[in-house]
């Protein structure tokens, strides 16, 4: 039977002769296929099968003799759980149990191994121990094994090889790591691997196959049995014939071997190559599947491609809550995070299907919403799910498609369309819901009740706070509302935060926005001719033209002292000039103009690109005002935009003529002219502004015809250029930090150079010192010289999009550890030079907690 079983039966048998009766608990059921097996001389061997009943009037009978019998009754559970049904019995003999103090009835099955091994002289103590080690942690779970490893008199080949004895971990490795071939052919194991897996797995053994083939063997068995299990009972007929296993034992040992696979971020590699190689052997590309059959499934590429194809058909005929599900599940699948390209297509799609849904939903409200300019001011700037929401999701697809790498492949044409078909969305409910806010407007003579104006800003939200602290007033060109809401969002762990809308002075542009942040704005504002074709503003008797008018005006009526400063010289880090004026000042004015410079420019992709990273900038611009003693920070706009495709020539129209002062493609102002059914026109006085000027703005998304962009505008009056955002950043009380933790971070390259435009890094973390840590949030960029020239598109978890940080987190595995996150970064602009750096960041403070050096750059497509 086997040394283990005989040194068992042996030490049953003489418990038996020196009590008669044996009652043997097993709570682990490590014995109960061999119970039958036991050959004892002139004994019973009782077996417990659920009732104790049935067990006693089995027995009985053998108990009215005047000896006590020879009587084994086996029990598999706890001695605890029978609650003393078998205690007679127990009286009149033994007991027998794991963990029992007398040795010679202490039946643990690593105790009954070590002793059998012994008895043997086969063994060697170090083959003993690693015997007892390996049952006790799971790793030898049955008496064959057991006896496997015994027989060998030492630890078994495998064993040696692999350094384990568990076939899920020795196959997992032998799939994944070449390097142990030699050891296999130098020990002729190969046979022995075979036989070991072929009991677990049902693989079958050729005769004359070398190890590599057999990997090759064993990756498409095991993969193929994953794929095919999962497919459900309507098998394709080119996939019936194809060896799987086929007991469901085995087959799911094989799907949680490639689940482990998978899961094991040091062996993606050799997955991915094994994956796509198999994929190619059966022909995948070539079947048709359903999306249920393929939903669920994460065993090939070719799954992404399908899925990406079913979905992107389905949203064409009619979109879904269900397929927005399906692809917010799949950008975090194995091959999204594998493959950056895979998780851009899931992106752009989930950000396509999402900005559909919204906008039938806007639709719909539009439709049965209350009357009233008001009601839809609210509804675009709600907590809860505002309408601004769909400007947020069509800058997002915008920046998406423009990085996205479409090539001229034809698998692509479906998406091409689902995008089309969202952009012309948004540009019919974009405009619909413009045209219903500006009629009611108009209807309600441009009044707002309740609501914030810019010209109030200074007064209400600014003045008051200087008594508390230092302050920093930041005025960003074109924040529109909708973007300062994204940024709050990220914000809200830092600061305490207030965040309120408020409608810009009209026109929208740089020249009357930012005027009326001023002080004294809200006593008046008046607006006048600059000449040239352009507008100022005046206040306190003050026309403001520009920048250095306005910085003047500022430093004149704020009452303290004053320090402006342009966003881009505090990052990275601010000069001593810089830090020595934020110091001995009271205010602090930030300004920022990228949007519009660029926007305006025609810098179109660009200025796409910009508009996010500006939401990166601003959040660590705060991050180092909070550094250099600001206690407050008020951030607001000029004005909004929109940002759409290019503008058709059904979408130009006349401007009034007349007496033109100023005029852009949203916006005109002068005197006279014609009115028109397709614009709005009032007195500039029915804004409560002085003057005598008159205003025309397109009702909906429409534009006259100027010279400007053909995309980007603003001077309208629809919600996304009138309504601005006001953000009130307060300092958060920090908690006393203990000491400092030693913490080693390691960054792992997915390549050693950088060829295409994402690039992907593992981050790692440990402590090593005294004390546990919470981990930062970081920031990973690529630099040029010191400048940054990446961007981070996307992360194992807890990727912020708006910043681009990462929220790193504790291992559960291991309290002193974090878990490894891998960031993709997205390189935006083409390299100079030949070598690259990359540095991980503290998001909050911006310290630099690791780097690697001479990254090659040799970027084959940008």
Not at 106 to 133: M, P, Y
Not at 293 to 318: C, G, M, R, W, Y
Not at 618 to 645: C, K, N, P, S, W
Request: charged letters at 25%.
């Amino acid at each position: 039977m086997g040394v283990v079983v005989d040194y068992l039966a042996k030490s049953i048998t003489d418990q038996v002769s020196d009590c008669g009766i044996v009652v043997w608990y097993d709570p682990e059921n490590a014995y109960t296929d061999l119970v039958s097996q036991l050959d004892i001389p002139d004994t019973t061997i009782a077996h417990y099968e659920g009732s104790f009943f049935a067990l006693r009037r089995a027995v009985d009978h053998l108990m009215n003799g005047l000896e006590p019998p020879r009587l084994v009754v086996y029990v598999p559970m706890n001695q605890l759980d029978s609650q003393n049904a078998l205690v007679e019995l127990e009286a009149a003999g033994t007991v027998m149990k794991p963990g029992e103090q007398s040795a010679v009835k202490n039946t643990q099955l690593s105790f009954i191994a070590q002793n059998a091994a012994i008895l043997t002289g086969q063994c060697t103590e170090e083959c003993v121990k690693q015997l007892v080690k390996d049952i006790e942690a799971g790793k030898l779970k049955t008496i064959e094994e057991i006896e496997q490893v015994i027989g060998h008199g030492k630890p078994s080949v495998l064993q040696i090889i692999f350094g384990s004895f568990d076939p899920e971990d020795i196959a997992l490795t032998f799939l994944s790591d070449p390097s142990r071939d030699k050891k296999i052919e130098e020990k002729m194991a190969l046979g022995e691997l075979e036989g070991l897996l072929q009991l677990v797995l049902q693989i079958s053994s050729l005769d004359t196959e070398s190890v590599s083939d057999y990997r090759k063997r064993l990756s498409r068995y095991v993969l193929a049995t994953e794929f095919v299990a999962g497919l459900g009972d309507n098998i394709p007929a080119k996939l019936q014939s194809i060896k799987i296993a086929e007991e469901s034992a085995a087959q799911s040992v094989c799907i949680k071997l490639a689940n482990h696979w998978r899961a094991r971020r040091d062996l993606r590699d050799s997955y991915i190559e094994f994956a796509k190689q198999v994929e190619n052997e059966l022909g995948l590309r070539t079947i048709d599947f359903s999306l249920d059959q393929l939903a669920e499934l994460e065993t090939f590429p070719v799954i992404e491609a399908k899925l990406h194809q079913i979905v992107e058909d389905s949203v064409l005929q009619n979109v879904t809550e269900q397929d927005f599900a399906l692809v917010k599940t799949k950008k975090n699948s194995f091959w999204a995070e594998s493959v950056p390209e895979v998780r851009a297509r899931w992106e752009l799609l989930s950000t396509s299907i999402g900005l559909l849904l919204e906008a039938d939903n806007i639709e719909a409200q539009l439709q049965s919403a209350k009357a009233g300019a008001k009601a839809v001011f609210e509804s675009y700037t709600a907590n809860a799910h505002p309408w601004c929401q769909l400007d947020t999701l069509y800058r997002h697809l915008e920046r998406q498609y423009n990085e996205f790498n479409f090539g001229s492949d034809k698998d692509y044409d479906a998406l091409q369309k689902v995008i089309a078909k969202a952009k012309n969305r948004y540009s019919d409910v974009g405009a619909a819901l413009a045209e219903k806010f500006l009629r009611e407007l108009s209807s309600a003579k441009f009044e707002l009740p309740g609501i914030l104006k810019q010209s109030d800003i200074w007064a209400k939200k600014v003045k008051s706070r200087l008594a508390s602290g230092k302050v920093a007033y930041v005025w960003v060109d074109a924040l529109r509302y909708e973007m300062a809401r994204e940024l709050a969002q990220a914000l809200q762990d830092d600061f305490e935060l207030e965040f309120v809308p408020a409608t810009a002075t009209v026109p929208t542009i740089t020249e009357i926005g930012m005027a009326s942040l001023l002080p004294n704005a809200e006593n008046g504002l008046e607006i006048v001719p600059a000449g040239e074709g352009k507008l100022a503003l005046k206040v306190n008797d003050t026309v403001i033209k520009d920048r250095p008018g306005r910085v003047k005006f500022l430093k004149e009526h704020a009452g303290v002292e004053v320090f402006d400063v342009k966003l881009d010289d505090l990052l990275p880090n601010p000069s001593k000039k810089i830090r020595d004026g934020i110091k001995n000042a009271d205010l602090i004015l930030v300004t920022s103009q990228e949007i519009d410079l660029l926007a305006e420019g025609d810098h179109v992709a660009l200025a796409r690109q910009v508009m996010d990273n500006m939401l990166c900038q601003l959040a660590r611009g705060f991050r180092m005002l909070v550094q250099l003693g600001v206690e407050t920070i008020v951030v607001t706009a000029d004005h909004g935009y929109l940002f759409g495709d290019e503008l058709g020539t059904e979408m130009k129209i006349d401007p009034p003529g007349g007496k033109t002062v100023d005029l852009h493609r949203r916006v005109w102002v002068g005197k006279g002219g014609t009115a028109d059914q397709s614009y709005m026109r009032a007195d500039i006085a029915e804004f409560g502004l002085a003057g005598d000027l008159e205003i025309a703005a397109p009702w909906n998304f429409a534009a006259f015809k100027a010279i400007g962009s053909n995309a980007y505008f603003h001077g309208g009056l629809s919600p996304q250029e009138l309504i601005i955002p006001v953000i009130t950043l307060l300092t958060k009380e920090k908690a006393a930090s203990g000491p400092a933790a030693d913490i080693e971070w390691i960054l792992s390259p997915g390549s050693d150079r950088i060829s295409t435009r994402f690039y992907s890094v593992m981050v790692q973390a440990k402590s090593t010192g005294l004390f546990d840590f919470t981990p930062p949030r970081v920031l990973l960029e690529v630099r040029e010289k010191g400048e940054p020239v990446s961007r981070a598109v996307s992360a194992s978890y807890g990727f912020e999009q708006t910043t681009g940080e990462v929220h790193l987190r504790m291992s559960s595995d291991d309290p002193r550890s974090v878990d490894p996150n891998t960031i993709t970064l997205m390189i935006t602009q083409e390299p100079k030079q030949k070598t690259l750096s990359l540095h991980l960041l503290d998001a909050t403070t911006g310290t630099e907690l690791a780097r690697l050096d001479k990254i090659e750059a040799a970027l084959l497509e940008y």
